[in-house]
């Protein structure tokens, strides 16, 4: 039995001592020997299990002492499965509450600040959870709650799509201090020669990239009736609503971050190729032949709605039907579309090049006093995430401008 399962079969064997008190409580008598016999079993049960519990949590602060590297496979399977347990509407009831966490958000804060390094200020929520969608009340949320319950018919905001991360950028997780990751510069040279002749002499030379904590969030309104609903569509609705704060600034981030106080971005990076936007189907392939020759595969294109528009309008060949952009795809290439995307541009690359390191996961905060929430009824929710962006090889990515 693995370590969530142990804290949830105690919170239920705690609930049903706590169920038997309050029974004998509210008719103002003492436990029956019945009640009193059942009531010892459970506690030498809660007894037991307490015990399993420290025997694991001991176990893996063992196993926390060892390098990430080090950690096994298994280990690494258990938390990404304990992240899909992770109820962010727990999470928030119990803030509200003042209440601890239990179970498996109990769990996964405690690893994911030993992972760290670091202590939530609220409680974190696993970064995987990054999803798209905004504020929500009991007014614009009203058919979740209503007697005809059709949440598969709830209407969400217009929401740009945060599609980076999907298309195959590398996460590295549980970061402490600076990360620096050494990169190949140049390699040695070689030559033919003549009898008796010297070979060539050159040395290898190398370089790095680096990864420095940068802090991205924001700051949401729930009212407090949403959050206590235990529907678990609105248990979607609040994960969706506070990773939004945190996703559409790190999707614009790796598009096209300042590298100021937000990481550096594709478009932004010293190094990557640069090329026209389109206009006929041999400029297409010749935008692809750029980055092959620099022995680049795993190509995707990134780019507006306005610029697919206007290549599914241009035709390879006059008269033939067929168009630069058509089934989803330029050049037989996957043509992913994001409203944070500039404007005349689109990239061209292999996006697993991108690294995005996470210092934090998500951390959210509830502020149930926080104005003009609380006046309303209602609950102010922050929620921060510490990141940087890095490009392995900016030659990876070609990035084309109207004009350019």
């Not at 905060?365 to 990141?387: F, H, K």
Request: glycine residues 8%; hydrophobic residues 40%.
């Amino acid at each position: 039995m693995n370590l969530t399962e142990l804290l949830e079969k105690r919170s239920s064997t705690v609930s049903q001592m706590k169920a038997l008190a309050d029974a004998a409580a509210k008719a103002n008598r003492d436990l029956t020997d019945e009640e009193n016999t059942q009531f010892e079993k459970l506690k030498t049960e809660e007894r037991s299990i307490q015990a399993q519990i420290d025997r694991v949590e001991y176990l893996r602060s063992l196993e926390r002492a060892v390098p990430a590297d080090h950690i096994g496979d298994g280990h690494n399977k258990d938390f990404e499965k304990l992240k899909r347990s992770v109820s962010v509407q727990n999470i928030i009831q119990a803030q509200i509450a003042g209440r601890s966490l239990s179970g498996a958000e109990l769990e996964y804060n405690k690893e994911a600040e030993k992972r760290s390094g670091k202590k939530a200020q609220g409680a974190f929520i696993p970064f995987d959870a990054l999803e798209t969608r905004a504020t929500n009340n009991t007014t614009t949320a009203a058919e979740l709650v209503a007697t005809n319950h059709r949440p598969q018919d709830y209407i969400g905001p217009l929401r740009a799509s945060n599609i980076v991360r999907q298309m195959g950028v590398r996460t590295l997780t549980g970061l402490s201090g600076d990360v620096v990751i050494p990169k190949y510069g140049t390699g040695l040279s070689l030559g033919w020669v003549g009898e008796e002749e010297a070979v060539p002499e050159s040395n290898m030379s190398f370089d790095a990239i680096t990864l420095t904590p940068k802090h991205t969030g924001g700051k949401t309104e729930m009212s407090r009736q949403l959050i206590q609903q235990s529907s678990p569509d609105i248990e979607s609705l609040i994960r969706e609503d506070l990773s939004f704060l945190v996703a559409q600034n790190i999707d614009k981030a790796i598009i096209a971050g300042t590298g100021v106080k937000d990481p550096l971005g594709i478009l932004n990076t010293v190094g990557v190729l640069t090329g026209t936007v389109p206009a006929t189907w041999a400029e297409v392939l010749q935008l692809i032949q750029q980055l092959e020759d620099e022995n680049i595969s795993n190509l995707r294109w990134l780019g507006t709605s306005g610029l697919k528009t206007a290549l599914a309008g241009i035709e390879k060949s006059v008269g033939t039907g067929q168009y630069l952009y058509q089934n989803g795809q330029v050049g037989e290439l996957p043509f992913n579309v994001s409203a944070n995307m500039p404007t005349g541009q689109f990239i061209l690359g292999d996006f697993s090049q991108v690294l995005l390191g996470v210092w934090s996961e998500i951390d959210i905060l509830v502020n149930p006093y926080a104005e003009p929430a609380y006046s309303r009824g209602g609950v102010q929710i922050r929620a921060m995430a510490t990141c940087d962006v890095a490009i392995r090889h900016p030659k990876a990515f070609l990035v084309a401008s109207t004009g350019a």
